[in-house]
């Protein structure tokens, strides 16, 4: 991800959680709040394991952000939260997760634009 983006700073993903809206399934939690621009964010915590793991998890988020980039809503600011069934869950299914939970987040979104207008 380039850094334009990406979400960076603690403020950013403060306003993200507490003002946003989420989705969890079992291998992700998806925090949404409609924005602007489209940037994505990623949270992988310690209880996760130590920081071989956590960045493993992190590598492999990164590529699903990656692969999947257009999928994302234009207009939003996303964080991705590692559960625990991350860590060894094989990468389609952690793929899979989140296509349902990006399913959910442009459901909600439409929904959202069409009551605004």
């Known amino acids: 991800m380039k850094r334009t983006q990406r ?18 399934n079992r291998y992700l939690v998806v925090n949404v709040l409609p ?10 915590g310690r209880s996760l ?22 999928d994302f809503p234009d207009n939003a600011w996303i964080v991705l939260i590692a559960r625990g ?3 060894r869950a094989p990468f389609r299914e952690i793929e899979q997760g989140l296509k349902n939970a990006l399913a959910g987040v442009a459901k909600h979104l439409t929904r959202e634009q069409g009551a605004g207008e």
């Open 7 to 24: 979400l960076r700073r603690h403020g950013e993903f403060q306003k993200v959680f507490s003002d946003g809206r989420s989705w969890a």
């Open 35 to 44: 924005s602007g621009e489209k940037k994505v964010g990623i949270c992988v």
């Open 49 to 70: 394991g130590n920081a071989v793991v956590r960045n493993r998890i992190r590598r492999r988020l990164r590529e699903l952000v990656r692969k999947h980039w257009e």
């Open 85 to 87: 069934s991350c860590k």
